[in-house]
């Protein structure tokens, strides 16, 4: 393996990193509307959001990274396979981040709104400054935990071609065909960005219990 | 502090009429009539079960009542939008049983947001409020602490400092004490006790029965979603129906 080599998969390190961080800002800001669209008490934004939960919870990501891919140059819309892989990872985590932050938002005791209620609070100061921060505290663990997920599932994005840290392995060996030692590197690059991910949250989410929030 | 009143002063705070309340095929409130004069200590006393938290609910608009009227600081709140219902809540101060403060702010935090958001008053206004609330629940040295850092007692009273610091007209307790232990609940009782001989209008729900007695101008008794009888706190020491005489005895 030539020093090129190296630099190559280094390089496809960063392309997964900025997908990932993307797909998390993305699907951060998308979540927390779902999220707030799942606790409203409009019927109707409830019902929308339920639904986009249940659909991208129920496609498969490589099929959405296909549907953004082809499916939009086929419409006339021809995007670089890193737009197509980051909108995919965007609706991807929008789904699990406001599945995740609906429920800090329930887990904060119903008990908090009456007390902000009684004191003529609007629903809005109410989640704003009652609910919201009481929830984010809960939610830091499996937001967290949930990153890993994303970092992971960047790899899906070798379907449309684009070039991050498992396409990279793969041409690779393509040009030298030492499959072990490339996905092996592979494998420890991943497990060097997740590993740390899921150490903190299991120590966050020790601390909150042994808070007893 | 000094309260405006909105209405005529001599009217009712609050005036149930044939209020009825259900939940499901459940009749909680079976059709209850009764009012509270400018300043009268009312106590509501009852089995759990028998409709006494459901009514002090309804007072200030958690629980909507389903059919009857009731008048609170003179607005008919059985027919109020959200927003009137919000402005009515600004003269109506509650106290709950857990007493439900907010765990991420401290207690001058948890004193001062709702007259900073509510009544846009500036902080420099709302810190003296909060100072000045705090001092009459005996608490002014927990400024800075959070709700955690205290007892439940003390919590309690910063929950009445709470509501307090929005100048209510009229002030509701449900079952404040019943969490604490013996010890800690004299605290509370003494910090209603002050409130009450300072003229506050107070509604409790409460199992104390010995304040009920001695600080309660009326005392209401409960029983199956109706007003089983009522009376002065004496009413303790000789019960008229047999239903308020074995909840007495029990009690005692």
């Known amino acids: 393996m030539t020093t090129n080599q190296l630099i190559y998969l280094i390089e496809g390190t960063g392309w997964t990193l900025l997908l990932a961080l993307t797909g998390f800002l993305g699907g951060g800001v998308l ?183 | 502090m000094t309260v405006v009143p909105t209405m005529a002063p001599d009217g009712p705070i609050v005036a149930f009429n044939d209020v009825h309340k259900r939940y499901g095929a459940i009749d909680v409130l079976k059709g209850i009539t009764f009012s ?36 609170v600081c003179g607005k008919d709140i059985s027919a109020a939008s959200r927003s009137e219902l919000r402005r009515v809540r600004q003269d109506v101060g509650i106290v709950f049983q857990s007493y439900n403060l907010f765990p991420h702010l401290t207690v001058s935090e948890n004193i001062m947001l709702a007259p900073r958001r509510v009544k846009g008053m500036d902080r420099a206004t709302a810190r003296t409020v909060a100072e000045e609330v705090l001092a009459k629940v005996g608490l002014a040295d927990k400024f800075d ?34 969490a604490l232990d013996p010890e800690l609940k004299g605290e509370v009782l003494r910090v209603m006790e002050d409130l009450a001989a300072g003229g506050m209008t107070m509604i409790l729900v409460t199992h104390e029965m010995a304040f009920a007695r001695h600080v309660a101008d009326t005392v209401i008794f409960m029983h199956q979603g109706r007003i089983h009888e009522t009376g002065p706190g004496d009413v303790l020491l000789a019960p008229q129906t047999p239903e308020l005489q074995q909840f007495v005895a029990n009690g005692l």
């Open chain 2, 145 to 178: 602490a959070y709700p955690e850092q205290l007892s439940g007692g003390q919590q309690q009273r910063v929950a009445i400092a709470r509501a307090l610091a929005m100048q209510p007209q009229l002030m509701l307790f449900d079952e404040v004490t019943s």
């Open chain 1, 31 to 213: 979540g927390l509307m779902i999220a707030l669209m799942r606790v409203s008490r409009v019927t109707s934004l409830r019902w929308l959001s339920y639904l986009y939960v249940q659909l991208v919870q129920g496609i498969p990501l490589p099929v959405l990274m296909f549907l953004s891919f082809f499916g939009l140059a086929v419409a006339g819309f021809n995007i670089p396979a890193f737009v197509a892989a980051a909108v995919s990872m965007t609706i991807f985590a929008a789904a699990y981040l406001g599945e995740i932050w609906r429920g800090s938002i329930e887990a904060v005791p119903k008990t908090q709104w009456e007390a902000g209620e009684s004191l003529g609070l609007t629903d809005f100061q109410q989640m704003r400054d009652i609910i919201l921060p009481q929830a984010i505290r809960l939610s830091i663990p499996p937001t967290i935990g949930f990153m890993v997920q994303i970092i992971k599932n960047t790899s899906y994005s070798v379907v449309i071609g684009f070039i991050e840290l498992t396409q990279a392995g793969k041409i690779i060996n393509n040009a030298i065909y030492k499959p072990f030692l490339i996905f092996t590197l592979v494998g420890a690059i991943y497990f060097s960005l997740c590993s740390p991910l899921s150490r903190l949250s299991r120590r966050l989410e020790a601390r909150l219990r042994s808070r007893g929030a």
């Open chain 2, 36 to 71: 509270v004069r400018r300043g009268e200590v009312v106590c509501i006393i009852g089995r759990s079960g028998s409709g006494k938290s459901t009514a002090l609910r309804c007072i200030n608009g958690l629980e909507r009542i389903q059919a009857g009227e009731l008048t």
